[in-house]
């Protein structure tokens, strides 16, 4: 294949592309808005699962990488009632499937993967045009430009590459979390880090619900989810950490005191995330030249599957560019066929309704049925 593939965003999708194309000889440059890879915490815990996140590791021969960055014991399962009672819980034997590592890990053994200078650093991009026969402009926030044969946005939730294909804008799906950090919680914090347990740890509630788990070290990471309307949501002030904590709090009430100090007792301020998605069946007409992975494509509410939905879609890309080198349409249709279809099927999955989209099923019955049919599958 001749034509240099330009791909917008230094994401897992897109760095998982980057580097199956460069294990085919393809040429690639990778535009990052983020000054440098350490410019922010890239995120907490990853479950990668191997029916899609593994099978793109695979593609792009990093497995042993991978396996070196996996945090043991982590794919242990509890799930809690509001009251610390123990309902469900599954140890970590390895035979999972799922084993967990941290996001900035994972980016970072795909960056170092990729040669030096395959990702241009502080490339914000501003807007994106077509220029006709399937070539395209990209304008950077300092007026820079690049014209592509082939565009791919991996740049997520507000992609500047989609409008080239559809209309479609995320919506707030009605549900927020709040993310809190407790530190050298077996020693600072240690009812909490007994009730989260060596892996994750989730207490749902219809409407409210903690999700937590171990990061490293004895790290505990959750996110506190709330299903309330945008507007409820802005009569708290975050810039205020000590009021926010506060009020967030009073909305669990009465739970066990080992949940509530994971929003109490958090080293770090309170962050206000605001979930969105993109229609189920997202999909566009074939646009020569030009496509879409990952959260750009198919975003929805966390359901565990977007990494990993992410790097599949990159490394099956970069797999069908490499099938055809002389077509490149061919390319993009096989990929994109497919890539509807799966992403379609996980976003109508049970998990979506269950972490809080229909806040009703959100009950701790509903959540012990969904883990005891998994295991039972499992086994």
Aim: negative net charge; aromatic residues 6%.
């Amino acid at each position: 294949m001749h034509t240099p593939v330009t791909i917008i965003g230094a994401g897992l999708g897109g760095l998982t592309l980057a580097r199956v194309l460069h294990v085919h000889g393809i040429p690639v440059t990778v535009y990052e808005a983020e000054s440098s890879p350490t410019a922010r915490t890239q995120g907490g815990m990853l479950d990668i699962h191997d029916y899609n996140g593994q099978l793109a590791l695979k593609a792009a021969g990093l497995m042993d990488e991978f396996h070196a960055i996996v945090l043991e014991g982590r794919q242990a399962m509890r799930v809690l009632d509001r009251d610390g009672t123990v309902l469900f819980e599954e140890a970590d034997d390895g035979t999972g499937g799922r084993p967990e590592v941290l996001r900035g890990e994972l980016r970072r053994i795909l960056l170092d993967s990729l040669p030096t200078g395959t990702v241009r650093w502080g490339h914000k991009v501003g807007s994106t045009r077509a220029l006709g026969e399937g070539r395209y402009e990209v304008t950077f926030a300092d007026g820079g430009t690049v014209v592509t044969g082939l565009l791919v946005g991996a740049d997520g939730a507000w992609s500047r590459v989609r409008p080239l294909l559809s209309t479609a804008t995320p919506e707030y799906v009605g549900k927020s979390v709040v993310e809190t950090y407790l530190f050298d919680a077996d020693t600072r914090h240690p009812a909490a880090a007994k009730a989260v347990g060596g892996g994750s740890m989730i207490a749902p509630s219809p409407g409210r619900e903690i999700f937590a788990h171990r990061e490293s070290g004895d790290t505990l990471h959750a996110y506190v989810g709330l299903s309330e309307p945008q507007d409820w949501f802005a009569t708290i002030d975050f810039a205020d950490a000590a009021a926010a904590t506060a009020r967030i709090a009073a909305e669990f009430d009465g739970w066990a005191p080992e949940l509530t100090a994971l929003i109490t007792d958090c080293d770090t301020a309170p962050v206000l995330r605001p979930l969105y998605a993109l229609p189920v069946e997202h999909r566009w007409d074939r646009v020569p030249g030009v496509t879409l992975l990952g959260d750009a494509a198919h975003l929805t509410a966390p359901n565990g599957e977007g990494a990993n939905l992410a790097m599949l879609d990159g490394a099956e890309l970069g797999g069908a560019l490499a099938a055809h080198p002389d077509d490149l349409e061919a390319a993009l249709t096989e990929y994109e066929q497919a890539m509807f279809v799966r992403s379609a099927e996980v976003g109508t999955f049970e998990g979506a309704e269950v972490h809080g989209i229909d806040s009703e099923k959100n009950t701790p019955q509903a959540m012990l049925k969904m883990f005891t049919e998994q295991s039972r599958q499992a086994t």
